[in-house]
């Protein structure tokens, strides 16, 4: 896989300084930001509308600008690295950089369509890099599940912010915090939660959408480590994160968010402990701590305790942990697939004296995902368990919280333990240590863990309280201290690493019971999501064999009945039908006609003669001459006659050339039936409107101006050859247009014809799809 | 005279769309024909030729209906008369080239050719 | 068909359909006729000339073919629009009169001979075309 | 400025004249057909300047006084719909260059190409409904020619449903047009917009506008009539569905919005409700069709009649925001629709069919190629910051902003089944690797790379210019529905002011006895 000879891009390597860059610009901004100084900057994009390209740094937005910007940092470097010698390494790693800034125009943007926009390139970006191995099929679907999951979410998620922008006045993020508006009363406030927590909870992977992110593990360990641990997927839980001082506060919310991220946090960590692919086991312990999150944003802390929102602050701060260990856990499990060449831990042991470096940061990494103490982690957990205990639900809370850092200590153990101290395996290739990009980032990542546990009060003055109090809503006074004295958390955390290390120890009962007990679950997400897109795709395919049968006749007897049936019913629902008042006096002249030409038609209609018909065509259309010829329309009656002729004519040129009627399959009785109903209620609606027309007053403005005109200014006595070529001579040109082209077109079609050898001709019978590809044509 | 007129333009219409609804190509041209016969005609009744009756029965002018309509029919028969003869020479060809009138034998474009429809996997696995 | 009869009575009677068609084609402004009509006769008769002749008698009588006419009548259509405004400065189509030896001439009727010829170009060229195949 | 408005019809008309004349020199008629497709951009450029500078302009043709002669009249909507049709035409002709052998077909398809640019461009202006019939036929005859020259079987197929379902639509509206003569006397659209207020029989005003539902849902390709489209459109040269694609069905489209907003509006709760249930309908059905077919060109296809939907929706919901959502989503749908048909032929081209069966390995092939696919794919799709997002975001809004909570969500989820069929050709043409039996993919000469990649890149920058840059092309748009929402400028426009404020007898004229 790794092709060692292969030269690193300078590129790759130069790209690193844009988010390194990034993130000192962003850190210096880390004082006045803490200081209650949002930083705010605003052009129009489409003001009409009210979206602005509106960004915005509050404590919320920078503490994840600063991940985004520094875990990326690291990403890039060990991309570079990590990427030597692949095919396509230049589109990578634009993709991730494009990625990267997509995410902070989500974290940074104050405008909610702005967001959106982001927000969907990320979807975008993640597609092309969830599918970078685009030669395996599996990265193929998951590339696809991840843009329909979260594109579908996404899409609820945009109907959510319409209602939300409708109801607060404005997409501002500002001006609705600002703003008074209750939208906890308002009348949709139902609808829009449930579609703005559409698109977080599926962007977040929160059960049931769960499933695609450990499929998402297809794309290279960069991508897992940037987009499936530190990032993408807490674009969901920032979403919530702002809007909680918005939407939040209320039973709907608190109870939604809790409960979905309690069942998400505790069912992952336990499928986490059941796989042995390094990376899935990761995958599942992200969406344990993307369950907490949301758990946490969501739950309400009960009345009467301090006025401290101690969820915000406990979300927070796990964001911040989590990224911190998890992207160094994920380089990590990338470097030794890299050089021992699998993932799966039960092929995998005793990496400790071939990789050092590796071995150092994936120890402080997972200490700190245990929350041993003094790393960030068991600052983070104390948090967590105070915020819980003191919570409405306060007992069931504790209990998911507990169980899940419980099993995910035994997660911890399991991809450091196993890998590096574990016995090492009778036959693997030689392993080695990763070149220095490989491991520094997640050394560093892992001693900023360590630091922030040691020092807790500068993170959170600095970044984490302003965040918080950017997800509450106001400024949390909250002290704190890697010591709080042997209190309920502290003896909780005990459990908690206790229960891990037992859950180690015994993995193997473990994992059986929970692998059995999963494996009894009727329906997964992942199998519901292929039962749905294949239903589409069967419903597809019978609705539009029905639909777009390939039978003319069908086609046209659906145009047919539409017409008759709508013009039908409006004409009785409108309540159009009028019968002439007076029975009209019609000459015996006219009588004879309308019974020669109706009778011709029905000729036309019945006869099985070719030549009986095309003469019964003639009358009709002479008889119609006649007709206008009675009505002292000469000009029409003259041109009528005489294209009737030329219609003989051809007519019979050609009709004489095609098989007779003869050979036409009858159509059954039914079918029959079918038409002539559907022929008759056509001919009878246009019966009724025309006489409802003509039961109208007439207008006769146009014609008398004519009339009067055509002397004097038209300089002819002929009306109406003065309307063709002057008054409407623009019609006329058009008319001669068609005919002309017609004439073209048919000579054309006459003339022109592909030239085919008789293997072509037999090919193009079997495939006529393959036609007209790259074929001679001539005009012969 | 514009009931009668009506009528006719009714039947002229059922029976096109009667010849259209056959699956023999002839019939749908001659159906076409017919059509247009039946927008010609209803054009020239609504347009208003029962004022010119009534006018030439008040003061013995020469009938002369609604001049405009008359020019739109003359437009519109040749245009119908081009797109007919049009439509002709095409049923001719196709004769020629699929060797059948009949519409419902006509499958060269639809439906997809395709050994397994549908089943195609939309991540492009090769099935 | 093909007789002699027929033959020789054509040859009368084609030339006389054509002054007709070219009758009715100068009279239309003023009198029931006009371009269509006018066209319409002519390519009766020539449809005529076909068929007791065939097409290639036709085709060496017309000495071009049948599509450059209705072209061309097209093109005489759009310049007649095209030439009133240019004089006048006035919109498309807007005709243009003038007075020649006591009778009125104007853009109109150049565009009625456009219409005439472009309806025997296209009729003569759907004959031609179905005549000529097979 | 009145020769700027028939300028569009006049330019293409003489250049197929011309062009026609050409046919037996194919170097020569390709630079004249050049030219013209320039000529004629620049006119629609000048127009569309001339009428945002100063609003509706029409021109009265033959120098009659409206209603008596024919009007051409160019609002902001005509303007530029002119304009787009302009530069899909412009981007065909540098196509077929490539596309379509000199000495071959292309004679024909010149003049033929040119023919329908008129007769598009014609019912884009036309100010009078009769005329709009005869451009409609125009039209008509243009495509089927198009559709038909080549004659293959498949072609003949196609065109044989084509012509079937378009001639009846056509009949039909002249039809309609008939009875909407006989009713109110008139014809010049603006006209008719004050006569049908005096029409007493409201009903049968109603009735009429049922017909005209159906004749134009028949143009439009709307549900349940949409038949001939996907029947067709796979089967020509590229060139000729990628133009097809952009502009016929928007013709129909156009006139729906012209006519009901103009001059069926006296009954909104039934015919607008009407056209809101075939939007729906439409969407759905058009999606589906695209999700059950694996060859690209049937499924762009299908995917046609769904955009179709949005568009009407726009008119059905019949609020300044909801019209100037659908004006801007046929806006984008031209450019990206016609754009995407052009890269399926390149596709095809590179990778040696257009069945995604046998399909595969562009990604690594053709990076270009998949870029600009990408670009109209995913805008098509709806997704930000293409063209596509702001289209789908303004009518989303726009019906929720009635309640039409139903008709969003339906959109919505089309979108995502679009996004699901865009990303199943990428994924099977780009991703998947070649099939073992496909012959390798070629690599483009220069003058195919050129050719058939300059419009596509031309194509897609404007689709990027309207995603990033969208402002401007709002205003336009929202002019444009302005115009649609309130006809008094159009009818002043055309009638003179006059008839706007007297909205009495009748305008000026010396036949005007009215009724």
Redesign the interface.
């Known amino acids: 896989m790794e092709k060692a000879s292969a030269r690193v891009p300078l590129y790759s390597r130069l790209v690193v300084a844009l988010p390194a860059g990034l993130f000192v610009w962003f850190a210096s901004m880390v004082p006045s930001v803490a200081g209650g100084e949002a930083q705010f900057a605003s052009i129009g994009w489409l003001p009409q509308l009210g979206v602005d390209l509106a960004f915005h740094v509050d404590g919320l937005g920078l503490l994840f600008a600063l991940l985004i910007t520094g875990v990326g940092t690291f990403i890039l470097l060990y991309a570079s690295e990590y990427m030597r010698g692949h095919p396509q390494v230049g589109r990578f790693t634009a993709f991730l950089v494009a990625f990267m800034l997509s995410m902070l125009g989500v974290v940074l943007s104050d405008n909610l369509i702005v967001l959106f926009v982001f927000w969907e390139l990320t979807t975008l970006t993640s597609f092309l890099l969830i599918g970078y191995s685009h030669g395996d099929s599996a990265a193929r679907r998951a590339a696809l599940q991840s843009l329909i999951v979260t594109g579908a979410g996404a899409l609820a998620m945009l109907a959510g912010f319409v209602l939300l922008g409708n109801a607060a006045g404005s997409y501002s993020l500002r001006e609705m915090l600002a703003g008074d508006s209750d939208l906890a009363g308002h009348p949709a406030y139902v609808a829009m939660l449930v579609l703005v927590l559409a698109g977080a909870f599926t962007k977040s992977a929160q059960f049931p959408f769960h499933f695609w992110l450990p499929n998402a593990m297809a794309a290279p360990t960069p991508v897992s480590a940037y987009l499936h641990s530190a990032t993408m997927v807490k674009a969901g839980v920032f979403l919530l994160a702002r809007l909680n001082p918005v939407l939040g506060g209320t039973d709907e919310w608190g109870m939604t968010l809790t409960g979905f991220g309690a069942f998400t946090a505790v069912y992952s960590a336990a499928v986490a402990l059941t796989r042995t692919d390094l990376k899935q086991i990761l995958a599942y312990t992200t969406l344990m701590a993307l369950g907490v999150c949301v758990m946490f944003i969501g739950l309400p802390q009960s009345r009467g305790a301090d006025e401290v929102p101690l969820g915000a602050v406990a979300a927070v701060a796990f964001v911040f942990v989590h990224a911190l260990y998890k992207a160094p856990l994920f380089m990590v499990a990338g470097t030794i697939d890299h050089s021992a060449g699998t993932r799966d831990i039960r092929s995998l042991g005793g990496l400790r004296k071939a990789m050092p470096w590796s071995l150092l940061a994936a120890a402080l990494a997972a200490l700190s995902m245990s929350g041993v103490p003094p790393f960030a982690g068991f600052v983070g957990k104390e948090i967590l368990y105070s915020s819980a205990i003191g919570s409405t639900y306060g007992v069931a809370a504790t209990a998911a919280i507990v169980t899940a850092n419980a099993m995910i200590v035994s997660a911890a153990l399991l991809v450091v333990a196993v890998p590096f101290l574990g016995q090492s395996p009778a036959t693997r290739p030689t392993p080695h240590e990763g070149r220095w990009p490989m491991w520094i980032g997640s050394l560093v990542l892992g001693v900023a863990a360590l630091g922030a546990g040691l020092f807790p009060r500068l993170a959170f003055e600095w970044l984490l309280l302003p965040a918080a109090g950017a997800v509450a809503g106001r400024q949390p006074h909250f002290e704190a201290s890697l010591w709080h004295g042997f209190n309920l958390p502290f003896a909780l955390s005990v459990v908690t690493l206790s229960a891990g290390a037992l859950a180690y120890w015994q993995r193997n009962r473990l994992t059986g019971a929970l692998g059995s007990a999963l494996a009894r679950l009727p329906v997964t997400g992942d199998s519901a999501y292929d039962w749905l897109m294949n239903g589409i795709a069967r419903v597809s395919v019978v609705h539009t064999r029905i639909v777009q049968c390939g039978i003319q006749r069908r086609y046209l007897l659906i145009v047919f009945a539409t017409l008759g049936a709508s013009v039908l019913t409006t004409l009785v629902v409108k309540g159009v039908i009028a019968w002439p008042a007076r029975i009209p006096d019609v000459s015996f002249v006219e009588w004879l006609l309308a019974i020669l030409i109706a009778a011709s038609a029905l000729v036309t209609i019945r006869s099985h003669s070719r030549l009986m018909a095309i003469v019964a065509l003639g009358v009709v259309g002479t008889g119609i001459a006649l007709i206008f010829l009675l009505h002292g329309a000469s000009d029409v009656a003259m041109t009528q006659l005489m294209v009737e002729t030329l219609v003989v004519v051809i007519v019979a040129m050609v009709l004489l050339k095609l098989p007779g009627f003869r050979r036409e399959v009858r159509q059954t009785g039914l079918g029959r039936w079918r038409d002539a109903i559907v022929s008759c209620v056509v001919g009878l609606t246009t019966t009724l409107v025309l006489l409802a027309v003509t039961a109208e007053p007439s207008h006769r403005r146009l014609t008398e101006y004519f009339q009067k005109t055509a002397v004097p200014e038209g300089f002819g006595a002929n009306v109406v050859n003065v309307i063709l070529v002057d008054f409407r001579g623009l019609d006329t040109l058009g008319e001669i247009s068609v005919l002309a082209l017609a004439a073209v077109s048919a000579y054309t079609l006459i003339n022109w014809r592909p030239r085919r050898s008789a293997r072509a001709a037999a090919r193009s019978k079997a495939f006529p799809e393959a036609e007209g590809a790259a074929k001679p044509e001539t005009l012969s | 005279?514009?009931?009668?007129?009506?009528?006719?333009?009714?039947?002229?219409?059922?029976?096109s769309?009667?010849?259209?609804?056959?699956?023999?190509?002839?019939?749908?041209v001659?159906g076409?024909?017919?059509?247009?016969?039946?927008?010609?005609?209803?054009?020239?009744?609504?347009?208003?030729?029962?004022?010119?009756?009534t006018s030439r029965a008040a003061d013995g002018a020469?009938?002369?209906?609604?001049?405009?309509?008359?020019?739109?029919?003359?437009?519109?028969?040749?245009?119908?008369?081009?797109?007919?003869?049009?439509?002709?020479?095409?049923?001719?060809?196709?004769?020629e080239?699929?060797e059948t009138?009949?519409?419902?034998a006509?499958?060269?474009?639809?439906?997809?050719?395709?050994g397994h429809?549908?089943r195609?996997?939309?991540?492009?696995?090769?099935s | 068909m093909n007789t002699l009869v027929l033959r020789v009575a054509t040859r009368i009677l084609l030339p006389l359909i054509l002054v007709s068609s070219i009758f009715m084609l100068l009279r239309g402004h003023n009198q029931p006729g006009g371009g269509f009509v006018g066209g319409l006769i002519a390519s009766i008769g020539f449809s005529l000339h076909v068929f007791v002749s065939g097409a290639e008698a036709l085709r060496r009588m017309l000495r071009t073919d049948p599509r450059w006419i209705a072209a061309v009548g097209l093109g005489v259509a759009i310049i007649s629009g095209l030439v009133g405004p240019y004089a006048s400065g006035t919109p498309f189509l807007t005709s243009a009169w003038t007075s020649v030896g006591g009778v009125k001439v104007g853009t109109p009727l150049v565009f009625d001979v456009g219409v005439y010829l472009v309806v025997v170009g296209a009729m003569l060229t759907f004959i031609l075309g179905i005549k000529e195949q097979g | 400025m009145t020769w700027l408005v028939a300028g569009p019809i006049v330019v293409p008309l003489s250049a197929a004249v011309v062009t026609g004349f050409l046919m037996g020199y194919g170097g020569i008629q390709r630079l004249v057909s050049l030219c013209s497709g320039i000529a004629l951009f620049g006119t629609a450029v000048a127009l569309l300047t001339n009428v945002w500078n100063e609003g509706v302009t029409a021109a009265q043709i033959g120098n009659w006084p409206s209603p008596f002669g024919i009007t051409l009249v160019a609002d902001h909507l005509s303007a530029v719909l002119v304009l787009i049709t302009a530069i899909i035409a412009l981007a065909a002709i540098v196509y077929s260059f490539e596309d379509i052998e000199r000495r071959g077909l292309a004679t024909v398809l010149h003049p033929l190409l040119h023919a329908l640019m008129a007769g598009v461009c014609g019912a884009f202006l036309a100010g009078d409904i009769f005329n709009l019939y005869v451009w409609f036929e125009v039209m008509l005859i243009a495509s089927i020619g198009l559709l038909v020259v080549g004659g293959t079987r498949a072609q003949l197929d196609a065109s044989v449903r084509y012509a079937a379902l378009s001639l009846i639509a056509t009949t039909l509206l002249l039809t309609g047009i008939g009875l909407l003569y006989g009713l109110t006397g008139t014809l010049n659209m603006a006209d008719l917009h004050l006569r049908v207020q005096e029409v007493e029989n409201e009903g049968l005003l109603t009735v009429i506008a049922v017909i005209f539902i159906v004749a134009f849902g028949i143009k439009s390709a709307v549900f349940p009539l949409f038949f001939w489209l996907p029947a067709s459109y796979h089967t020509p040269k590229v060139t000729v569905s990628a133009v097809f694609s952009g502009l016929l069905t928007k013709v129909g489209v156009y006139a729906l919005m012209r006519v009901f907003t103009l001059i069926f509006t006296n009954d909104i709760g039934y015919t607008h409700e009407i056209l809101l249930w075939v939007a729906g309908f439409t969407m759905v059905t058009g999606v589906l069709g695209a999700a059950s077919r694996n060859d690209l060109r049937r499924i762009l296809s299908f995917h046609i009649v769904s955009q179709i939907g949005y568009m009407i929706m726009g008119l059905a919901l019949y609020t300044p925001l909801g019209l100037l959502g659908g004006i801007f989503y046929t806006v984008h749908h031209i450019i990206v629709k016609a754009n995407l048909f052009f890269v399926a032929g390149a596709i095809r081209r590179f990778g040696g069919s257009s069945r995604l069966a046998r399909l595969g390995g562009l990604y690594r092939d053709a990076p270009l190629l998949a870029a600009l696919f990408f670009i109209p794919a995913f805008s098509l799709a709806g997704f930000p910051p293409l063209s596509g997002f702001w289209a789908k975001f303004l009518l989303i809004r726009a019906s929720m902003d009635v309640h039409e909570y139903a008709i969003a969500a339906t959109a919505l989820a089309v979108g995502l089944l679009t996004a699901y069929s865009m990303t199943k050709i990428w994924l099977n043409a780009f991703w998947k690797g070649r099939p073992e039996d496909a012959m390798p993919t070629r690599p483009p000469s220069r003058s195919e790379g050129f050719f058939l990649l300059a419009p596509v890149v031309g194509l897609a920058a404007i689709t990027l210019a309207i995603g990033l840059y969208v402002q401007p092309f709002y205003e336009l748009a929202e002019r444009a529905a302005q115009e649609l929402m309130h006809p008094a400028e159009y009818v002043g426009a055309v009638l003179g002011e006059d008839a706007v404020s007297g909205a009495g007898p009748s305008p000026a004229g010396p036949g005007g006895s009215g009724n």
């Open positions: 005279m514009e009931l009668i007129n009506a009528a006719l333009v009714g039947v002229l219409m059922a029976s769309v009667y010849l259209m609804l056959s699956r023999n190509l002839v019939r749908f001659l076409l024909a017919l059509l247009s016969h039946a927008a010609n005609l209803l054009i020239f009744t609504g347009g208003g030729i029962t004022s010119s009756i020469t009938a002369e209906s609604d001049s405009l309509a008359q020019a739109l029919i003359l437009t519109a028969i040749v245009i119908s008369f081009s797109l007919f003869t049009f439509a002709l020479v095409l049923a001719f060809r196709t004769y080239t699929l009138v009949d519409t419902d006509m499958r060269a474009a639809e439906p997809e050719p395709s429809p549908g195609t996997d939309p991540s492009g696995r090769p």
